[in-house]
Protein backbone atom coordinates (compact mmCIF):
# COMPACT_ATOMS: atom_id res chain seq x y z
CA UNK A 1 0.00 0.00 0.00
CA UNK A 2 1.25 3.26 -0.86
CA UNK A 3 2.21 6.23 1.65
CA UNK A 4 -0.77 8.12 0.75
CA UNK A 5 -3.16 5.58 0.85
CA UNK A 6 -1.25 4.30 4.56
CA UNK A 7 -2.69 8.26 5.49
CA UNK A 8 -5.79 8.01 4.40
CA UNK A 9 -6.76 4.95 6.12
CA UNK A 10 -5.41 5.76 9.73
CA UNK A 11 -7.63 9.24 9.28
CA UNK A 12 -10.38 7.04 8.23
CA UNK A 13 -9.52 4.56 11.66
CA UNK A 14 -8.94 7.69 13.58
CA UNK A 15 -12.82 9.15 12.59
CA UNK A 16 -14.93 5.75 12.66
CA UNK A 17 -12.97 4.87 15.73
CA UNK A 18 -14.18 7.96 17.19
CA UNK A 19 -17.69 8.12 16.16
CA UNK A 20 -17.97 4.42 17.38
CA UNK A 21 -16.59 5.53 20.82
CA UNK A 22 -18.75 8.49 21.21
CA UNK A 23 -21.95 5.68 20.04
CA UNK A 24 -21.20 3.40 22.90
CA UNK A 25 -19.68 6.03 25.65
CA UNK A 26 -22.40 5.00 27.89
CA UNK A 27 -20.96 1.58 27.94
CA UNK A 28 -17.45 2.79 29.26
CA UNK A 29 -14.84 0.07 29.15
CA UNK A 30 -16.44 -0.81 25.21
CA UNK A 31 -15.65 2.63 24.18
CA UNK A 32 -12.74 2.70 25.50
CA UNK A 33 -11.63 -0.79 23.67
CA UNK A 34 -12.51 0.91 20.50
CA UNK A 35 -11.07 4.01 20.94
CA UNK A 36 -7.95 2.51 21.88
CA UNK A 37 -7.74 -0.46 19.30
CA UNK A 38 -8.89 2.02 16.24
CA UNK A 39 -6.31 4.59 17.60
CA UNK A 40 -4.22 2.09 17.46
CA UNK A 41 -4.27 0.56 14.33
CA UNK A 42 -4.37 4.30 13.31
CA UNK A 43 -1.02 4.66 14.99
CA UNK A 44 0.55 1.76 13.78
CA UNK A 45 -0.08 2.89 9.53
CA UNK A 46 1.53 5.89 10.43
CA UNK A 47 4.40 4.44 11.35
CA UNK A 48 4.28 2.94 8.71
CA UNK A 49 3.30 5.04 6.11
CA UNK A 50 6.40 7.94 8.19
CA UNK A 51 9.15 4.96 7.64
CA UNK A 52 8.02 4.38 3.70
CA UNK A 53 8.28 8.00 3.49
CA UNK A 54 11.91 8.24 4.74
CA UNK A 55 13.16 4.75 3.38
CA UNK A 56 11.90 5.53 0.08
CA UNK A 57 11.28 9.28 -0.67
CA UNK A 58 11.59 8.58 -4.72
CA UNK A 59 8.19 6.87 -4.28
CA UNK A 60 6.66 9.94 -2.45
CA UNK A 61 3.73 11.85 -4.45
CA UNK A 62 1.11 14.15 -3.62
CA UNK A 63 -2.64 13.02 -3.57
CA UNK A 64 -6.22 13.43 -2.21
CA UNK A 65 -7.35 13.06 1.90
CA UNK A 66 -10.16 11.02 0.85
CA UNK A 67 -12.04 11.66 4.09
CA UNK A 68 -12.23 15.40 3.61
CA UNK A 69 -11.60 15.97 -0.33
CA UNK A 70 -7.99 17.88 0.55
CA UNK A 71 -4.77 17.75 -1.42
CA UNK A 72 -2.10 16.13 0.71
CA UNK A 73 1.60 15.76 0.03
CA UNK A 74 4.02 13.73 2.15
CA UNK A 75 7.54 14.69 1.86
CA UNK A 76 10.44 14.36 4.45
CA UNK A 77 9.51 16.76 7.45
CA UNK A 78 6.17 15.68 6.93
CA UNK A 79 7.12 11.73 7.17
CA UNK A 80 9.02 12.34 10.33
CA UNK A 81 5.77 14.06 11.54
CA UNK A 82 3.86 11.09 11.07
CA UNK A 83 6.22 9.09 12.72
CA UNK A 84 6.34 11.32 15.89
CA UNK A 85 2.34 11.06 15.95
CA UNK A 86 2.44 7.41 15.39
CA UNK A 87 4.75 6.46 17.42
CA UNK A 88 3.35 8.66 20.90
CA UNK A 89 -0.44 7.88 19.93
CA UNK A 90 0.23 3.77 19.68
CA UNK A 91 0.78 3.64 23.72
CA UNK A 92 -2.38 6.22 24.83
CA UNK A 93 -4.21 4.26 22.78
CA UNK A 94 -3.56 0.82 24.37
CA UNK A 95 -3.31 3.09 27.33
CA UNK A 96 -7.14 4.28 26.40
CA UNK A 97 -8.52 0.57 26.67
CA UNK A 98 -7.92 -0.23 30.30
CA UNK A 99 -7.98 3.76 31.76
CA UNK A 100 -11.97 3.17 30.37
CA UNK A 101 -12.62 0.71 32.85
CA UNK A 102 -11.68 2.97 36.06
CA UNK A 103 -15.37 3.89 37.39
CA UNK A 104 -14.71 7.55 37.99
CA UNK A 105 -13.18 8.14 34.40
CA UNK A 106 -15.24 9.80 31.51
CA UNK A 107 -15.36 8.40 28.65
CA UNK A 108 -13.01 10.13 26.18
CA UNK A 109 -12.36 8.55 23.27
CA UNK A 110 -14.09 10.77 20.49
CA UNK A 111 -11.56 13.24 21.91
CA UNK A 112 -8.57 11.52 22.05
CA UNK A 113 -9.10 9.80 18.43
CA UNK A 114 -10.34 13.45 17.04
CA UNK A 115 -7.24 14.90 18.08
CA UNK A 116 -5.19 12.32 16.61
CA UNK A 117 -6.86 12.43 13.44
CA UNK A 118 -6.73 16.30 13.29
CA UNK A 119 -3.09 16.24 13.81
CA UNK A 120 -2.60 13.76 11.47
CA UNK A 121 -4.23 15.87 8.47
CA UNK A 122 -2.86 19.39 9.81
CA UNK A 123 0.56 17.65 8.65
CA UNK A 124 -0.32 16.64 5.23
CA UNK A 125 -2.57 19.12 3.97
CA UNK A 126 -1.12 21.67 1.39
CA UNK A 127 -3.39 24.10 2.17
CA UNK A 128 -2.95 26.82 4.81
CA UNK A 129 -6.85 27.35 5.85
CA UNK A 130 -6.86 23.98 6.07
CA UNK A 131 -3.76 23.83 8.91
CA UNK A 132 -5.51 26.11 10.39
CA UNK A 133 -9.00 24.61 11.26
CA UNK A 134 -7.20 21.25 11.97
CA UNK A 135 -5.37 23.40 14.46
CA UNK A 136 -8.25 24.63 16.10
CA UNK A 137 -9.69 21.14 16.27
CA UNK A 138 -7.18 20.08 18.17
CA UNK A 139 -6.67 23.13 20.36
CA UNK A 140 -10.85 22.57 21.33
CA UNK A 141 -9.89 18.69 21.89
CA UNK A 142 -7.07 19.32 24.06
CA UNK A 143 -8.79 21.85 26.07
CA UNK A 144 -11.49 19.33 26.80
CA UNK A 145 -9.79 16.59 27.61
CA UNK A 146 -7.26 18.88 29.83
CA UNK A 147 -9.58 21.20 31.49
CA UNK A 148 -11.25 20.50 35.04
CA UNK A 149 -14.97 20.85 34.97
CA UNK A 150 -15.98 24.60 35.84
CA UNK A 151 -17.59 25.10 39.34
CA UNK A 152 -21.71 25.08 39.33
CA UNK A 153 -22.08 28.94 39.32
CA UNK A 154 -19.39 29.80 36.59
CA UNK A 155 -22.30 28.39 33.65
CA UNK A 156 -21.75 29.82 29.90
CA UNK A 157 -19.52 32.12 30.30
CA UNK A 158 -16.40 30.14 30.93
CA UNK A 159 -17.64 27.57 28.49
CA UNK A 160 -16.35 30.36 26.55
CA UNK A 161 -13.52 32.09 27.91
CA UNK A 162 -12.12 29.05 29.75
CA UNK A 163 -11.73 30.81 33.29
CA UNK A 164 -14.04 31.57 36.03
Same mark, same amino acid.
Given at each position: ? #??? *???????? !???? %??????????????????? *?????????????????????????? *? *?????????????????? !???? @??? %????? #????? %? !?????????????????????? /???????????????? @???? /???????????? %??????????? /?
Amino acid at each position: M #SVI *GLVNQAVT !WYAA %SAVLAFVFAMRKPLSGAIA *GIGGAVASAMLVVAGGAALLMPDRIH *G *GMLQFLHLTMRVGGVNAL !WLLA @IGL %SALPV #SLFNI %S !WHRHPQVKANGLLVNLLLAAAT /CAVVVTNIGSLVVMAE @IMAL /CAAFLTAAPPPV %SCGLPWAVSAR /C
